[in-house]
């Protein structure tokens, strides 16, 4: 997986939009003004951030050795994959779909019906 595709599949998402976060050097994707995905290096590994429910979080951390807690942003919720990990492309796909979904579902109701118009 690279973080080119990644970028592509997340800005394909309704309402996607992406923003440079200069401070980590990262590629920000938000719905209504909220992150649902970052693309970044740590320590010059390529990495996505995903946001899921704290349980499936650590679930995720348990099961692959590529997904740790995101280092800037709330451990509970947020996960760093590494690109270069074992990881099906397919679960990279999988994670970003929850992640969109999650923090779509916290939007209110006018922002969620402006995506779908």
């Not at 693309?39 to 349980?55: D, F, N, Q, T, Y």
């Not at 099961?63 to 995101?70: A, S």
């Not at 942003?73 to 947020?78: D, E, G, R, V």
């Amino acid at each position: 997986m690279n973080s080119s595709a990644l970028l592509q599949y997340c800005m394909a998402k309704p309402g996607a939009q992406q923003s440079d976060q200069n401070q980590w050097q990262a590629s920000q994707v938000k719905v209504g003004e909220v992150m649902f995905a970052m693309v970044w290096e740590i320590e010059g590994r390529p990495a996505l951030a995903v946001k899921s429910s704290p349980e499936q979080a650590e679930n995720l951390r348990e099961l692959h050795p590529e997904i740790v807690p995101c280092e800037h942003l709330n451990k509970a919720h947020w996960n760093a994959v590494y690109l270069d990990g074992g990881l099906p492309d397919s679960q990279f796909y999988t994670l970003i779909d929850g992640s969109y979904q999650l923090v779509l579902s916290g939007l209110p109701e006018q922002v969620r019906q402006g995506l779908q118009a």
